[in-house]
């Protein structure tokens, strides 16, 4: 069994930087994922770093302003958001991926942080 807890999201201005944590419970050594969904609209992919860390892949919204690491000797992984926008605002989740590239299916999600940016 799988738990994942998110924090590090708040209220920013438009060009801070952030970084989300996920804290992954339980067993690990998944490829992990981070989602997030804007207020009325869909969940969508934002990032996905391998189960060794070693490659990452990003959505387009977020390709050269986001990264996605992990730490898996403290079973955090993280996203370091910079130059953000309020379109960036959403609740972001973090996930356990049951398959990788490019489909990025995910089976275990945790509860969410807010991130909102102020224009």
């Known amino acids: 069994q799988v738990r994942l807890v998110e924090s590090g999201g708040g209220l920013v201005q438009a060009g801070d930087s952030l970084r989300l944590s996920c804290e992954v419970l339980?067993?690990?050594?998944?490829?992990m994922a981070w989602f997030r969904q804007a207020p009325g609209k869909d969940r969508e992919f934002t990032a996905a770093?391998?189960?060794?860390?070693?490659?990452?892949y990003y959505g387009d919204a977020v390709k050269g302003r986001f990264t996605a690491s992990r730490d898996n000797a403290k079973n955090m992984v993280y996203l370091v958001m910079t130059h953000l926008k309020p379109e960036d605002t959403a609740v972001y989740y973090c996930?356990?991926?049951?398959?990788?590239?490019?489909?990025?299916?995910?089976?275990?999600w945790g509860q969410g942080t807010q991130v909102t940016v102020s224009s």
């Open positions: 996930a356990a991926l049951r398959t990788w590239f490019p489909t990025f299916e995910a089976n275990v």
């Open positions: 339980g067993r690990g050594g998944y490829p």
């Open positions: 770093v391998a189960s060794n860390g070693g490659t990452a």
